[in-house]
């Protein structure tokens, strides 16, 4: 069993940065594709970007340039940094893992998600 607890949401303005933390217990971490989604009010959870080496990284078309994903596997942590943030980019923010050649329909865990609420 893997626990992911995720850290480093709140309220920020329009422009502004906040950086993610979801750490990882349980077991081996570095062997897991981390992703981040977010799920705005009304609307249906989406994919924002996912790592599975240190520099093979994915990222949603609307946080290209803004955002960056990164991992210390010895540390069992993944980051998620956001920098410009835009009122769109409020959500509540979810740390996930899965297995390596698998996809995204079926994670293996899920974080129980931190709130990022961008105001304007």
């Known amino acids: 069993q893997v626990q992911l607890v995720e850290s480093g949401g709140g309220l920020v303005q329009a422009g502004g940065s906040l950086r993610l933390s979801c750490a990882a217990s349980?077991?081996?971490?570095?062997?897991?594709?981390m992703g981040w989604f977010r799920q705005a009010p009304g609307k249906a959870r989406e994919f924002v970007c996912d790592?599975?080496?240190?520099?093979?990284?994915r990222y949603t078309e609307s946080v290209k340039g803004r955002f960056t994903i990164s991992r210390d596997n010895g540390k069992n942590t993944v980051y998620l940094q956001m920098n410009s943030l835009i009122s769109e980019d409020t959500a509540v923010y979810y740390c996930?893992?899965?297995?390596?050649?698998?996809?995204?329909?079926?994670?293996?865990?899920w974080g129980q998600g931190t709130q990022v609420t961008v105001s304007s």
């Open positions: 349980g077991r081996t971490f570095s062997s897991f594709v």
């Open positions: 996930a893992a899965r297995t390596a050649g698998r996809s995204w329909s079926s994670p293996d865990y």
């Open positions: 790592i599975s080496r240190p520099t093979l990284t």
